[in-house]
């Protein structure tokens, strides 16, 4: 067994409007591992990403990244968020920006100052943004306008964004649920696979229970910024699941 | 649950009503009668009088039918004078865009109400945005005349002060409104505060401030006629000289030049902002 890539313990935050979004939460991640979140829209599992890379601020919290204690100073949450990558929802692309320059974003917490108005990168850093495109399938693509694409070849392009980061760890934040049923499965499906393949710790907030059995190798049940449930998809019967999204739940 | 067959036809339920309703009645009327008083008031003070219109062309019958006899012969100046009209306002708006682009993001809500000093910034930005704006371009140009002397750099310094606090509210305003996804996408990937800017902001935001800076010089180009007049360099000097010395062949010729290059600056500058909208 190889040490955790992330170990967060009693993590807690409350809102500035008294929402007491997570109140206590305790996991860690291995490498290559694929964690998967479920419960109720609502239920804490976003704030939950959002305080492991420090975009939301944790009222309480002891995280370890890579084995280091993670600090809230700007300079230390700039570093550590070029190692996280972060897969949006609703994509989170610039639509008017092509698909290698938006890929390359992913990269900005390496490009030098000097770099910066221009939009230049270095070659490491393109090499690294192509690699990633012919991860995700869309290297025939790179110089298209992303608003071009389909719902489902937008989200690969957030993946490559992520993956160009050359990340430790992967976040994913209803990453499938803009998509159909169809699509939402094969991004899904090739995502991990690129993240079993590299060894990549992921934690994935899920919407669709069936999708979090198909993939995960752990489950994480969320109510009401608690987690109510950890184990294999095996473990998850319809009494946990009853536990989980209330007694109205039926498969 | 409502049952989903309709048993009698449904009829809307009746408005909620305050019980201040009547009160806001009188004060709609009140209010109507105001403007209505105004309006009357103002066609007093004004001297508005149709009639005027045709009594007046009938007496000046023979000056006006000069305006009909153009003389070409000065068309050349006059062409070199627009030519000067149109620079004066692409100078202004440059430097206007200049100073307002980064300023505009300090004007920016979304941006700025996060932190105290963030507030104070914001605030100090749009009151100079406000106060630029009070200061009508001919006011400016007047001060500028009598700081810089007659000629075509009071006017640019104008219209580029002026124009300032229009684009600057435009440009901030437009920021307030971009989507704050590529702004979270860029900071999770470890971008600083300059490279959310650059990268989350400016993609979102360029093509509207390009649109708004055309439009800008479009109507910078028709200021500057007027600036002309108060001595502020280009083709407005000469109306002003072409009318005291009753030279209205002349004016007339001045006239169709103006008419003749707003027009096709009006509709270049249209085609550019619809071209930029399609992208």
């Not at chain 1, 609703?90 to 008017?96: Q, R």
């Not at chain 1, 694409?149 to 964004?161: M, Y």
């Not at chain 2, 105001?34 to 103002?42: F, G, P």
């Not at chain 2, 708004?212 to 108060?230: E, K, P």
């Amino acid at each position: 067994m190889s040490a955790p890539v992330l170990e967060v313990s009693e993590l807690a935050h409350t809102y500035s409007d008294g929402t007491k979004a997570v109140q206590g939460v305790s996991f860690q991640v291995e490498p290559g591992e694929i964690l998967a979140t479920i419960g109720l829209s609502g239920a804490g599992k976003s704030t939950i990403l959002r305080c492991i890379n420090g975009i939301v601020r944790p009222s309480k919290a002891k995280i370890r990244f890579l084995g280091e204690q993670v600090r809230w100073d700007y300079g230390y949450l700039l570093r550590l968020r070029r190692r996280i990558g972060f897969i949006f929802q609703n994509f989170n692309i610039l639509e008017k920006l092509s698909v290698l320059t938006n890929v390359l974003l992913g990269r900005l917490g390496y490009q030098p100052g000097w770099a910066m108005p221009l939009y230049r990168f270095s070659p490491r850093d393109r090499e690294a943004a192509t690699a990633a495109l012919a991860k995700v399938g869309l290297l025939k693509e790179w110089h298209k306008r992303s608003g071009e694409l389909s719902g489902g070849q937008q989200q690969r392009v957030g993946v490559a964004r992520a993956l160009a980061q050359e990340p430790r760890l992967l976040l994913a934040d209803e990453p499938v649920s803009s998509l159909d049923p169809l699509t939402a499965d094969q991004v899904l499906g090739h995502l991990v696979r690129i993240c079993r393949n590299e060894q990549l710790a992921t934690i994935i907030n899920l919407h669709a229970v069936p999708l979090a059995r198909k993939y995960a190798d752990r489950i994480l049940g969320v109510l009401d910024g608690r987690i109510v449930f950890e184990g294999t998809p095996a473990q998850l019967d319809l009494g946990v699941l009853r536990g989980i999204y209330g007694e109205e739940y039926d498969e | 649950m409502s049952s989903l067959l309709l048993e009698s036809r449904p009829v809307l339920p009746p408005r909620p009503r305050s019980p201040l309703a009547p009160l806001w009645a009188g004060v709609k009327v009140l209010f109507t009668a105001l403007v209505v008083a105004y309006i009357v008031l103002a066609l007093w003070h004004t001297g508005f009088n149709p009639w005027k219109l045709v009594e007046g062309a009938q007496r000046t019958k023979g000056l006006l039918a000069e305006l009909l006899h153009p003389e070409w012969s000065i068309a050349g100046q006059l062409l070199k004078l627009m030519n000067e009209t149109v620079e004066i306002a692409l100078l202004g708006t440059l430097i206007a865009v200049l100073i307002s682009f980064p300023l505009a993001f300090l004007g920016a809500k979304n941006l700025m109400l996060r932190s105290g000093p963030g507030r104070v910034a914001y605030f100090i930005v749009r009151f100079i945005f406000i106060i630029l704006r009070a200061f009508e371009p001919v006011l400016l140009a007047l001060l500028f005349v009598i700081m810089v002397g007659l000629g075509p750099f009071a006017g640019v310094m104008a219209l580029g002060i002026h124009s300032v606090g229009m684009l600057g509210k435009l440009f901030s305003e437009t920021i307030e409104g971009i989507d704050q996804g590529p702004v979270e996408a860029v900071l999770a990937s470890g971008g600083n505060r300059f490279q959310v800017m650059w990268y989350g902001i400016l993609p979102q935001v360029a093509p509207q401030f390009l649109a708004f800076s055309i439009y800008r010089w479009d109507i910078n180009i028709r200021m500057s006629i007027v600036l002309g007049i108060v001595g502020a360099g280009g083709i407005g000097y000469m109306l002003l000289q072409y009318m005291s010395l009753f030279q209205f062949g002349k004016l007339a010729t001045a006239f169709l030049i103006i008419l003749a290059a707003v027009t096709i600056l009006d509709w270049a500058s249209a085609w550019l902002r619809t071209r930029l909208g399609q992208t």
